[in-house]
């Protein structure tokens, strides 16, 4: 079970039952509560019972892990950093005009959290393929955010050069998706 946290605020009167009724501040209540939520993969819930509020709150399970998203962006023909050359070497080595190349290329950045979907379906080819044409009302991919789809246009117009992210993989707020060489 993921770790919860629990904030609970009462008032001095309602931490003692005289009745003997079961509150929301009963340990075994507030188990129940968060199992509750774990199967039903709710990630806050409140409640409140007179005086007395609770409110649980756990990380997000379909959340994005940053640990992830660094191995989601790597390109896999860029060679391994511990065998990248340093010094005098790296300066002289074509990785410059390459770095150049990409500074002319405009980004498309996520607009949001969520998951990236290269596709409208799984059978579907995908919205855009290296080298495809895109203007400002061209839709690039479909980012999934709390069970919405949501259609994300490119907002430039050009060819689209280097798709970063890849299909059904978490995404982050303004992580770049897409390197476009403007028009």
């Known amino acids: 079970m993921r770790s919860s946290s629990a904030v609970a605020r009462s008032s001095p009167k309602s931490e003692h039952n005289p009745s003997g009724a079961e509150t929301l501040l009963d340990v075994d209540k507030i188990r129940q509560l ?3 939520m774990v199967a039903n993969d709710l990630v806050e819930i409140s409640l409140r019972d007179g005086d007395v ?3 649980l709150r756990r990380p997000n399970p379909n959340g994005p892990v940053p640990v992830q ?3 989601s962006t790597v390109d896999p023909a860029a060679p391994p950093a511990a065998s990248a050359p340093t010094g005098e070497a790296a300066a002289a080595s074509p990785a410059g005009p390459a770095a150049e190349e990409e500074s ?6 996520s607009p949001m959290v969520g998951t990236f979907y290269a596709a409208p379906d799984p059978d579907s080819p995908p919205f855009v393929t290296v080298g495809s044409e895109v203007h ?4 690039v991919c479909i980012l999934e955010a709390m069970k919405v789809f949501n259609e ?3 907002e430039v117009s050009g ?3 280097r798709i970063l992210a890849k299909n059904e993989q978490p995404v982050e707020y303004g992580q770049p ?3 476009v060489r403007p028009l």
């Not at 002319?104 to 950045?109: G, K, S």
């Not at 400002?136 to 839709?139: A, K």
């Open 177 to 179: 998706l897409f390197l």
């Open 34 to 36: 968060v199992e509750m």
């Open 159 to 161: 060819t689209i050069e």
């Open 104 to 109: 002319d290329l405009a980004e498309i950045p």
């Open 152 to 154: 994300i246009k490119a």
């Open 136 to 139: 400002p009302e061209s839709v």
């Open 69 to 71: 998203l660094a191995d």
């Open 53 to 55: 509020e609770v409110n």
